[in-house]
């Protein structure tokens, strides 16, 4: 069956450190996103992608990026980790422009100490 | 600016029925998703609309008046397993999610 699948689920660095996040589908989807979790806030869109070798920033890209070198990986690099950077993340795919379901990976959950 | 809204928490007996409503004003619009995420797990679609009016599905149904930027999740038959935050999500090639609402389902 097709999936989405994100690692590590779990993760705890230090200030400072840079952290990626992997996140993999074999929907063969053209779009992928990053999102992220925090209580009193609801998903919140970081990076997102339309395809190989196309980035988008969201509402919260400052301190991360993003590359796409083929169709199945959308990892998301936290340069330069940061405490305010603690939650979970979530990272989703969809086929379509519009009006398309979008799948989402278990989350990761990061901590930084 | 984006900006969707929905009650933080909501609480409902089983057997009942309960309306969450979602509020939005975006500068793109192609459709309303609706998705339910248990504690600790990853959001599951649950409905969307395009055009205004309801879609049922089941025990749920979606309505959206896109004139009034304005949908609403109706969930009959409460059962403890609707216990959940509910994300309302406007589609302009992607999702923009509202803070979610956390429903309490009681015996």
């Known amino acids: 069956d097709a999936e989405i699948t994100q690692s590590p689920r779990h993760k705890i660095t230090e200030t400072g450190r840079q952290v990626t996040l992997a996140c993999h589908q074999t929907?063969?989807?053209?779009?992928m996103f990053w999102y992220r979790q925090d209580l009193g806030h609801g998903l919140r869109l970081i990076h997102y992608?339309?395809?190989?070798?196309?980035?988008n920033k969201g509402e919260v890209s400052d301190g991360y990026s993003v590359s796409r070198s083929n169709t199945e990986d959308l990892p998301l690099t936290l340069e330069s980790a940061a405490s305010s950077q603690t939650s979970v993340y979530f990272c989703?795919?969809?086929?379509?422009?519009?009006?398309?379901?979008?799948?989402f990976g278990q989350g990761t959950r990061l901590t930084v100490v | 600016g984006q900006n969707i809204d929905q009650p933080t928490e909501m609480t409902a007996t089983e057997g009942a029925i309960v309306q969450i409503n979602c509020t939005y004003q975006?500068?793109?619009?192609?459709?309303l998703f609706w998705y339910q995420q248990h504690a600790g797990e990853a959001p599951t679609f649950l409905s969307y609309?395009?055009?205004?009016g309801l879609e049922e599905k089941g025990r749920f149904s979606s309505f959206l008046s896109r004139s009034k930027g304005y949908s609403y999740l109706l969930l009959k038959e409460l059962q403890m397993k609707d216990s959940a935050s509910y994300l309302c999500?406007?589609?302009?090639?992607?999702?923009?999610f509202g803070q979610g609402t956390e429903l309490s389902v009681k015996p």
């Open positions: 989703a795919s969809s086929q379509g422009r519009m009006n398309t379901e979008a799948f």
């Open positions: 929907w063969n989807h053209n779009n």
């Open positions: 999500a406007v589609e302009d090639g992607k999702l923009i």
């Open positions: 992608s339309y395809g190989v070798q196309d980035t």
């Open positions: 609309n395009v055009l205004d």
């Open positions: 975006t500068s793109g619009f192609n459709g």
